[in-house]
């Protein structure tokens, strides 16, 4: 078993920040990615930011320059630093992880439970 579990949403003002944060635990042989998506009310969920083991970072372009990923591999952990908060923003934020549950398994998908971010004055 695998879990994802999210935390560090939140309500915040127009221009404001959150970190929020993503730890894996449980049967882990390696984690090749680690990817934050968005869903707000009556969209898709869409890719935020994604990076890999290596720390390779992609950004879907409406984040570019207000939101930084990163990751600590010795604790399978990922952030989303968010900055310059708009209401566009505002959506339910998911952990994904792409990882082998042992040398020899495929490369699966884990989600996280999903974490609130609200962005209004």
């Known amino acids: 078993q695998v879990q994802l579990v999210e935390s560090g949403g939140g309500l915040v003002q127009p221009g404001g920040s959150l970190r929020l944060s993503c730890a894996a635990s449980g049967n882990i042989f390696s984690i090749y990615a680690m990817r934050w998506y968005r869903q707000a009310p009556g969209e898709q969920r869409e890719l935020v930011a994604h990076?890999?083991?290596?720390?390779?970072?992609v950004y879907t372009d409406s984040v570019k320059g207000r939101f930084d990923i990163s990751g600590d591999n010795a604790k399978n952990t990922v952030f989303l630093q968010m900055n310059s908060l708009t209401p566009e923003d505002t959506a339910v934020y998911y952990c994904?992880?792409?990882?082998?549950?042992?040398?020899?398994?495929?490369?699966?998908?884990?989600w996280g439970q999903g974490t609130q971010v609200t962005v209004s004055s």
């Open positions: 994904n992880a792409i990882l082998k549950t042992s040398y020899s398994s495929p490369l699966h998908d884990y």
């Open positions: 990076i890999t083991r290596g720390g390779s970072t």
